[in-house]
C-alpha cells in the first residue's frame, strides 16, 4: 500500500511531511463563498482556483494557510496535492440547516475527511497507510482513532461517488486508511516541532483550522475575532440565518461582543485552549 502525510496547515502535520518520506502528500482546504472574507492576493487565489479545480473565494480558517502549504511545498521539494469538498454552506445545507457541534461535529467528515478519501479513491485507486500529526503526549487521540478501526485494520468512512437513476446520493462504506503516528512512536512532543521551524522559511497561521472552531474556549474564540474579524462574523451570520448553534453555552454574537475588561495576547492561550478537527 502507498503511504500518504494527512496535512492540516499546522506545524505538526508540515513537520511530518518535511521528515517522513511518503507516497503523497494531501491536504484538504476549507472553502465559503462570503465576498466580504475573499482571498485578497488574486494573484494566489487564482493559484489555488487552478490546484483545485474548483471557485476559490475564500476559507473558513485562517489566510495565511495558503501561504503555508506553498510555502511548504517550496521547502521539502515534494508536491502537495491539494483537495476540497462542498463549500461550508453547502454542507451545513446538506445536513437540513443544521450547524456542527460538539454532538454532530459532521464538518470534520464532510470538509476534511471525505475529500480526502474521494481523491485518494481517484489517484491512488485503493487504502493507504496514512501518518497523522498526534503528537508524543497525544496517544489518547491515536488510541481513540486507533479503536475504531474496522476488523480488517482499516479506518472506514461513508461515501458517495455516485448517484442513484432519481437523484439521490448512492452511499458506500469504504476502507480507508491504516492510520500510523510516527510523532508518537519517536517520541516528539510540541517543543521538538516549534525548535524544528525557528529558522525555516514557512509561514504558518497563528492557529491552523476553522477561525470559529467550535471546540475552541470562548475565550479564544473572543481572541480570534481580534485577529480576524470578518472570519467571526461568517460564523455569527450562520447562527442567525441557521438552525442550532456551534456551542451549546454560547451564542457567537455574545462571545463577539464581549467588552473584555483587559487585551488578550498570544501568550495567553496554548494548544490546549484550541479545537482541532480531529485529522
Known sequence: MKTVNSLSGGKTSSYIAANYKADYNVFSLVRIEDVKCKFSDEKIR?????????????????DNIIYTMLD???FI???IHWTSGETFERVIENHSGYLPNKMARYCTTDLKTIPIVKWLYEEVGEPVFMNFGFRANETNRADKMTSKLNERGFTEVKVTFEKHPDG??????????????????DRLFKDNIEEYWKDKPVRFAYLNNCVGCHWRSPLLLRHMYTKDPKKMMWFVEQENMRKGTFKTDVEYEKVVNWNLQYELFDDDFNS????YCGL
Open 46 to 62: 487564482l493559484e489555488v482556483e487552478d490546484r483545485l479545480q474548483m471557485p476559490f473565494i475564500a476559507t473558513a480558517e485562517m
Open 272 to 275: 490546549c485552549d484550541s479545537g
Open 168 to 185: 439521490r446520493n448512492k452511499w458506500v462504506t469504504v476502507d480507508y486508511c491504516k492510520p500510523q503516528f510516527p510523532l508518537i512512536e
Open 77 to 79: 521539494g515534494q508536491k
Open 72 to 74: 511548504l511545498e517550496q
